[in-house]
């Protein structure tokens, strides 16, 4: 299993911690609770290229994270989306979406500039996350 994370993605996230699959980072835009998962493969850019048995653990992990941050964040949509067009590395996206969120019910890539959280939102958000990824018996161990 490869940790190396394209840089780019640590740029705009701060890992918080692992699942048997993928690593799980929260994105650093206070616009939307947004995390995302990188699948720890080397050279893999689409989910196809995962072997059939990485691609049900993404699944199941990317169902999990969904579902939990649905209810954790009370979200009217999920949306999750494996783009790739500027990041390679294949990752997918689990934006929390509210009807009057910035964007809503555009996409949110390019529709507006990262709102930077507050260092206490931060700390609560990620706190909230990790603790409550811990609890489900997911298979997630903190970074």
């Known amino acids: 299993m490869s940790k190396t994370l394209d840089p780019r993605l640590l740029q705009d996230g701060e890992v918080l911690g692992w699942f048997p ?6 994105m650093r835009d206070a616009n939307y609770p947004w995390c995302v998962l990188v699948p720890m493969r080397e050279n893999i850019s689409e989910i196809y290229e995962l072997n ?4 049900q653990q993404l699944c199941i992990e990317s169902s999990t ?3 939990f941050l649905s209810k954790t964040f009370n979200a009217e949509k999920m949306n999750i989306a494996a783009l790739g067009n500027v990041v390679a590395q294949l990752h997918v996206h689990h ?3 509210y009807k009057n969120d ?3 019910p555009a996409p949110i890539w390019g529709a507006h ?3 930077p959280y ?3 939102d931060w700390q ?5 996350i990790i603790t409550g990824l811990e609890q489900l018996d997911s298979g997630f161990t903190a970074a």
């Open 21 to 26: 699959l993928c690593q799980l980072l929260l």
């Open 52 to 55: 059939k048995t990485d691609q």
């Open 65 to 67: 994270l969904a579902a």
């Open 95 to 97: 934006v929390v979406r």
């Open 102 to 104: 910035p964007a809503w």
């Open 113 to 115: 500039t990262a709102r």
């Open 118 to 120: 507050s260092e206490t």
């Open 124 to 128: 609560q958000t990620r706190n909230r």
